[in-house]
């Protein structure tokens, strides 16, 4: 199993320009997550998904989008780049249960840099 | 106030050394608590869960203080490979889908 994947593992935009992360998992996880990584400011939640077809904000959402049209894949939006988005960026996925905690597994990351 | 807190570190130790970290939160409602790690460039992955009663997993140690609203973690025989960056994460009630992640805590070992 690969787990959680990403793609891809860095890029490099310019302001404006436009991309989309892809977040691939193959453990069958109905919950999908996409968090941010920034020096000083922690892990913080995007957009998360509790199953394929929703899709929910998280505590920084603007100028981010977010699909889940298949169950196994996550996807984030960028429409119009910004130098602020300059971050590293990982998807994780969990199971659903009904214990009020499952552990979420990670992808290595998407380190993105816009100038 | 943040909701999650923990000293920054840098801590340095010397292999075989204990070490502890602790990490307060300010939702008395929250529920559910974790210690992460985190290599250098690397994802987070699940150290262990921490449990009222506290709970032990080899070398680590894990603590849950409700009254202070603390959790810790402590490192017996520290190793090289211990070498990381700790990460506290808080689940809230009702809410148990998202975690409160903490800033984290660099543990250096040397030899």
């Known amino acids: 199993n690969a787990g959680v994947t990403q793609t891809p593992k860095f890029r490099v935009l310019k302001t404006g320009q436009s991309m989309t992360l892809l977040c691939a998992q193959d453990m069958n996880h109905e919950y999908m997550y996409w968090y941010r990584q920034d020096p000083g400011m922690g892990l913080r939640l995007i957009h998360y998904s509790v199953g394929e077809g929703t899709t929910a904000k998280g505590e920084v959402p603007d100028g981010y989008n977010v699909s889940r049209l298949k169950k196994q894949n996550f996807l984030l939006g960028l429409e119009s780049a910004a130098p602020s988005q300059t971050s590293v960026y990982f998807c994780a996925s969990s199971r659903q249960g009904t214990s009020s905690y499952n552990e979420q597994f990670f992808g290595p990351g998407t380190r993105l840099t816009v100038l | 106030r943040k909701e999650v807190e923990q000293d920054p570190g840098p801590f340095n130790v010397p292999e075989g050394a204990t070490v502890a970290f602790n990490c307060t939160y300010s939702n008395s409602a929250s529920q559910s608590f974790f210690w992460y790690r985190q290599d250098c460039r690397k994802e987070p992955k699940l150290l262990m869960s921490v449990y009222s009663s506290g709970n032990e997993d080899g070398r680590f140690t894990a603590q849950l203080n409700r009254a202070s609203q603390y959790i810790s973690l402590l490192i017996r025989d520290s190793k090289l490979s211990d070498s990381a960056t700790y990460l506290c994460?808080?689940?809230?009630?009702?809410?148990?889908?998202?975690?409160?992640w903490g800033l984290g805590t660099s543990l250096a070992v040397n030899p």
């Open positions: 994460v808080v689940a809230n009630a009702g809410n148990n889908r998202k975690l409160i």
